[in-house]
């Protein structure tokens, strides 16, 4: 069923019994005024510290578990471009609200990993293949070295991540 558009198209005619808006008037929105000029004034505030105080590479580049800035030019991490964590499940808990940090420790890497691999895994195979532990090593802590560690020291002291999955950056 079509609907009808009421279309307004000749001017109103005039009313001799009109009297206009109503007289006595009253300001009825002075509460809100007053609380949305606080807003305001609290917005300013907070972009002045946030300006004075604030440091706009912390929007712009990630940092590891360290304070260290990925992927800025000048700094260690120049060639590191891409934060990696040791453990992303933990950054799904509802502890990441009140500390505003994911409780799992992070690293500035070159490129995401490419093929899974556990560390135990990676124990296996580096009697017989050196390699394993190259590739695996660039996801461990800086200067940790040490690839025969137990694996329950190694996630107790978060030297290197339990398990690496294949990923790849947003675009």
């Not at 800025?72 to 934060?83: C, H, S």
């Not at 940090?101 to 093929?115: A, E, G, I, S």
């Not at 195979?125 to 800086?142: A, D, I, L, M």
Request: charged share 20%.
């Amino acid at each position: 069923m079509a609907q009808k558009v009421l279309c307004r198209c000749e001017p109103r005619k005039f009313d001799p019994t009109f009297r206009g808006p109503v007289h006595n008037r009253n300001c009825t929105d002075v509460l809100c005024c007053v609380a949305f000029i606080i807003v305001i004034l609290g917005y300013i505030a907070l972009g002045t510290v946030a300006w004075i105080h604030g440091d706009p590479r912390k929007v712009v580049y990630p940092t590891d578990s360290y304070g260290q800035f990925c992927g800025q030019k000048g700094t260690t991490n120049a060639k590191k471009a891409i934060l990696f964590y040791f453990n992303i499940l933990k950054c799904a808990s509802p502890a990441v609200l009140i500390n505003l940090q994911c409780p799992t420790t992070q690293l500035c890497v070159p490129k995401c990993p490419d093929r899974f691999a556990t560390y135990s895994e990676m124990q296996y195979h580096y009697k017989s293949n050196k390699s394993y532990w190259e590739y695996y090593r660039q996801f461990c802590k800086p200067g940790f070295d040490n690839p025969h560690k137990a694996v329950s020291q190694v996630l107790r002291d978060e030297d290197c991540p339990s398990m690496i999955v294949p990923s790849r950056p947003c675009k």
